[in-house]
């Protein structure tokens, strides 16, 4: 497995803007697809953007699409989430998530099997 912390959550008024940074440890950390995942209050956990592990492919839900960019730093074991033009209804604890094995891409949270303790993420308007 993959341990991961996540940092960078925090409050910001609708417009702004937050970059989450998840650090990982592990020998296989530049060999996992990694996620980023929120759970808002009363909904379930959605995965809102993924990456390989090589970068070429990315993956966006339609909610953050064109907002939020994935990235990956695998000399630095690191994955970024930018956020930028945020909205109250991305308020959420976000998570990092990776996945150590196979499955489908991008998969959802099943499919991930190392993940964040997360971070709060609060859009006021």
């Known amino acids: 497995q993959v341990h991961l912390v996540e940092s960078g959550g925090g409050l910001v008024q609708a417009g702004g803007s937050l970059r989450l940074s998840c650090a990982a440890s592990?020998?296989?950390?530049?060999?996992?697809?990694m996620g980023w995942f929120r759970q808002a209050p009363g909904k379930e956990r959605e995965l809102i953007a993924a990456i390989t592990w090589s970068g070429s492919s990315t993956y966006y839900a339609d909610s953050v699409k064109g907002r939020f960019t994935i990235s990956r730093d695998n000399a630095e074991n690191t994955v970024y989430l930018q956020m930028n033009s945020l909205k109250p209804e991305d308020t959420a604890v976000y998570y990092c998530?990776?996945?150590?094995?196979?499955?489908?891409?991008?998969?959802?949270?099943?499919?991930?099997?190392?993940w964040g303790q997360g971070t709060q993420v609060t859009v006021s308007s």
């Open positions: 998530a990776a996945k150590t094995v196979g499955g489908p891409w991008p998969g959802n949270d099943s499919d991930f099997d190392s």
């Open positions: 592990g020998r296989t950390f530049s060999r996992n697809t």
